[in-house]
């Protein structure tokens, strides 16, 4: 094969190798773990459609009949490219997709953006019945929380989450059930976190052990907490991370 050959189909390379790897990851579910659902499936059109028109393109294109020059480096920075993408392409199939962690919860301000877009509104919670609570997410609450610390407005509500651990930087009694809210992809992912109020819980987890906390909110004990509020838990169990860990 010729160089000019190698020239003209690598670029059919390049993309069939992003597109195999995205029908994978989409086919696998895993797909939603760098992008929202509802781009799911536009992507994988659109990766598709991209491969077949560079398919086309280097099928119609007409080759020259002698080889262009080329220096030893181009070669080998046009070969490098076609490995490195192939060991992209196999690195995000065969390895599993490390979810967002505390430390991004830190780093991007943990109930800072996220629970604005949360469409829990504090007037229609009110007239939710009580029992209906149990199914509010981190985010629902965070919301809530940060439209209201009237302890009234909480008292006899259930709470059921399931998120991972932060820890409260300022109280080692007090960790936050967090999860990441995206609207588009894993990049523009912020953190929503409830705080819990539970002495000894380093003893018993870690920062980013996933857990199901229970229980009703009330006063925040804590005397170095920002928090006013916080989840006093009937029950904090370890569970496994959920197939779907971000909400939407």
């Not at 909480?154 to 820890?167: E, H, N, Q, W």
Request: charged share 15%.
């Amino acid at each position: 094969m010729s160089w000019l050959s190698i020239q003209r189909w690598r670029g059919v390379v390049l993309v069939g190798l992003a597109a195999v790897a995205t029908v994978v990851l989409a086919a696998t579910g895993q797909l939603v773990l760098y992008i929202h659902p509802r781009y799911v499936v536009f992507t994988v059109i659109m990766v598709v459609l991209a491969f077949l028109l560079v398919l086309a393109s280097a099928l119609l294109s007409k080759p020259d009949d002698e080889d262009a020059p080329a220096s030893p480096f181009s070669k080998a920075l046009s070969v490098g490219a076609v490995a490195l993408a192939a060991l992209l392409a196999v690195a995000m199939v065969a390895l599993p997709a490390a979810t967002l962690s505390s430390a991004t919860a830190d780093q991007r301000d943990i109930n800072s953006t996220a629970i604005g877009a949360s469409d829990t509104d504090l007037e229609d919670a009110a007239a939710v019945p009580t029992a209906e609570f149990a199914a509010f997410t981190v985010l629902d609450w965070a919301s809530l929380l940060r439209q209201t610390t009237d302890l009234a407005f909480y008292r006899d509500k259930p709470v059921d989450v399931v998120g991972f651990i932060t820890p409260d930087a300022s109280d080692p009694d007090v960790f936050y059930v967090s999860r990441f809210f995206v609207t588009c992809c894993a990049v523009d992912a912020q953190p929503a976190g409830v705080p819990v109020y539970l002495p000894g819980w380093a003893s018993q987890f870690e920062a980013d052990d996933w857990v199901r906390v229970t229980g009703q909110f009330a006063a925040n004990p804590s005397s170095g907490s920002a928090e006013p509020l916080a989840i006093d838990p009937d029950d904090v169990l370890a569970v496994e991370q959920p197939s779907e860990p971000y909400l939407f």
